[in-house]
């Protein structure tokens, strides 16, 4: 059986959360391996009404809507402010870091 490759996707509020100068060599080479979704309008509005919805940070609203709107299961160590926002966005799902 064949494992399927799967190319990890870093919403650019992550990237924000976590890059600092300057930059650790890990994350640099971590990152060429990513697609990193930048926030558009529709992931605006789509965190905003989250927000709206569940009182979630912005970070981590723009952070459920890219991986809810690409199908893409969100691993994190958060699951205490995430799991709240899988009661907004239906198709969410967690995975632990």
């Not at 399927?4 to 600092?20: D, G, K, Y």
């Not at 529709?42 to 989250?50: M, S, V, W």
Request: proline share 3%.
């Amino acid at each position: 059986m064949r494992r399927r490759r799967v190319t990890p996707l870093v919403s650019a509020a992550a990237l924000a959360e976590t890059w600092r100068e300057p930059a650790s060599v890990r994350l640099v080479r971590g990152l060429r391996a990513c697609v990193i979704e930048p926030i558009d309008e529709e992931l605006a509005r789509a965190a905003g009404t989250a927000i709206g919805a569940v009182g979630a940070s912005l970070g981590d609203a723009l952070i459920a809507a890219s991986a809810a709107r690409a199908g893409a299961t969100l691993v994190t160590a958060d699951h205490a402010d995430m799991d709240v926002l899988t009661t907004h966005f239906r198709s969410l799902r967690l995975a632990s870091l």
